[in-house]
């Protein structure tokens, strides 16, 4: 995609309420929004609620359903498994809980403990056969799953030194990637002869990581490129030549974007046409792109707009959805979700 010489907007479409505190998360459930099936998303709260968000025939979203009466505390991250047949929640009462979705009712079919403390952070791997999990305690879990909505943790890996605020697995292979408050990001990989995972690489500001804490991460499509975001401020592209069959290739850091966001950058999300999304404490919401002017020597990204106060409050979460229409879903302290379309700025939709 094209988006050189051409002048974008990113419109709101909707501003949805219903959530009483603070909105933490937002999940598009995969293959929605496409070839005319309704585009789903989930938002969870600091009202301890999850809700299920559907888009209706006029392309406006609705409530469906309110998960609730599960959780104890804030939950603080969502995740909708490859099939969209189960969502995962995490909380800060120190459970994730796994809901199963049939027709438009939601059930927790297993409640997984172990943290002690809050979760931060849910995510499945690209099969759906692994879940991860991170918290406050400074750990990360894994999780197989089991035939009958069983999950048996495999490995609790110990390495970050303090709170592990995300955990991401990247698409293309079985590889999972945290962030932390130790301003670092760790990869780790299965040992195939023990079935015990271990750290491969630590990436910190001895190999121009960040300088604080890192909030977020997440991957191109094809999963050799990955971005993150941290509360010095700052976006930093990283790539690897890792393939399935060499898992081990390091991660080098490409390029930092800076002086965008002047609070603390909550989230990230790379679309699958390369755009990527970042949401601050600052209130807004930025989005770069690849920049291919072929006098910049190595990789760079360029602004393509800013949506200055997109949010009366911090943007907690941004999430690109995968469908027909670019849709970009935000999570805000403000107590509200909303919903953009990135359009041309002649008024036409991006084709």
Same mark, same amino acid.
């Given at each position: 995609?094209?988006?050189?010489?051409?002048?974008?907007? @990113?419109?709101?479409?909707?501003?949805?309420?219903? #959530? &009483?505190?603070?909105? !933490?998360?937002?999940?598009?459930?995969?293959?929605?929004?496409?070839?005319?099936? +309704?585009?789903?998303?989930?938002?969870?709260?600091?009202?301890?609620?999850?809700?299920?968000?559907?888009?209706?025939?006029?392309?406006?979203?609705?409530?469906?359903?309110?998960?609730?009466?599960?959780?104890?505390?804030?939950?603080?991250?969502?995740?909708?498994?490859?099939?969209?047949?189960?969502?995962? &929640?995490?909380?800060?009462?120190? &459970?994730?809980?796994?809901?199963?979705?049939?027709?438009?009712?939601?059930? *927790?079919?297993?409640?997984?403990?172990?943290?002690?403390?809050?979760?931060?952070?849910? =995510?499945?791997?690209?099969?759906?056969?692994?879940?991860?999990?991170?918290?406050?305690?400074?750990?990360?879990?894994?999780?197989?799953?089991?035939?009958?909505?069983?999950?048996?943790?495999?490995?609790? $890996?110990?390495?970050?030194?303090?709170?592990?605020?995300?955990?991401?697995?990247?698409?293309?292979?079985?590889? @999972?990637?945290? *962030? =932390?408050?130790?301003? &670092?990001?760790?990869?780790?990989?299965?040992?195939?002869?023990?079935?015990?995972?271990?750290?491969?690489?630590?990436?910190?500001?001895?190999?121009?990581?960040?300088? /604080?804490?890192?909030?977020?991460?997440?991957?191109?499509?094809?999963?050799?490129?990955?971005? %993150?975001?941290?509360?010095?401020?700052?976006?930093?592209?990283?790539?690897?030549?890792?393939?399935?069959?060499?898992?081990?290739? +390091?991660?080098?850091?490409?390029?930092?974007?800076?002086?965008?966001?002047?609070?603390?950058?909550?989230?990230? #999300? !790379? %679309?699958?046409?390369?755009?990527?999304?970042?949401?601050?404490?600052?209130?807004?919401?930025? $989005?770069?792109?690849?920049?291919?002017?072929?006098?910049?020597?190595?990789?760079?990204?360029?602004?393509?707009?800013?949506?200055?106060?997109?949010?009366?409050?911090?943007?907690?979460?941004?999430?690109?959805? %995968?469908?027909?229409?670019?849709?970009?879903?935000?999570? /805000?302290?403000?107590?509200?979700?909303?919903? !953009?379309?990135?359009?041309? $700025?002649?008024?036409?939709?991006?084709?």
């Amino acid at each position: 995609m094209n988006f050189e010489d051409e002048d974008f907007e @990113l419109r709101e479409i909707q501003r949805l309420e219903g #959530h &009483t505190d603070k909105v !933490w998360s937002v999940a598009w459930k995969p293959a929605t929004g496409i070839n005319g099936i +309704p585009a789903v998303f989930a938002s969870c709260s600091g009202d301890k609620t999850v809700r299920i968000w559907e888009e209706n025939s006029t392309g406006s979203f609705q409530c469906q359903a309110v998960l609730e009466e599960t959780h104890t505390r804030t939950v603080r991250s969502c995740a909708w498994s490859p099939s969209g047949k189960f969502l995962a &929640t995490a909380s800060f009462d120190a &459970t994730t809980a796994i809901w199963g979705n049939v027709g438009v009712d939601f059930e *927790c079919v297993s409640t997984l403990e172990g943290h002690d403390n809050e979760v931060k952070s849910v =995510s499945w791997n690209n099969s759906g056969s692994l879940l991860a999990t991170c918290g406050r305690d400074k750990s990360v879990w894994i999780w197989e799953v089991l035939p009958g909505n069983e999950f048996d943790c495999v490995s609790v $890996l110990q390495g970050h030194t303090q709170d592990v605020k995300m955990v991401q697995w990247n698409p293309s292979m079985d590889t @999972l990637f945290s *962030c =932390s408050y130790d301003n &670092t990001i760790k990869v780790w990989v299965e040992n195939g002869d023990s079935d015990d995972w271990h750290c491969i690489q630590t990436l910190g500001e001895s190999n121009s990581g960040h300088t /604080s804490t890192v909030w977020s991460l997440s991957f191109n499509a094809s999963g050799d490129k990955m971005v %993150s975001c941290s509360d010095d401020l700052t976006i930093k592209v990283w790539t690897s030549k890792m393939q399935e069959w060499d898992q081990n290739a +390091p991660w080098k850091h490409v390029c930092t974007l800076s002086g965008y966001h002047d609070r603390t950058i909550f989230s990230v #999300h !790379w %679309s699958r046409e390369g755009i990527i999304a970042s949401g601050a404490a600052d209130d807004a919401i930025c $989005l770069f792109v690849e920049n291919n002017d072929n006098e910049v020597e190595g990789t760079t990204f360029k602004l393509l707009l800013k949506k200055e106060k997109a949010h009366e409050m911090d943007v907690n979460s941004v999430q690109w959805n %995968s469908g027909d229409r670019r849709l970009l879903a935000t999570a /805000s302290d403000d107590g509200t979700v909303k919903i !953009w379309e990135l359009v041309r $700025l002649s008024g036409q939709k991006l084709l």
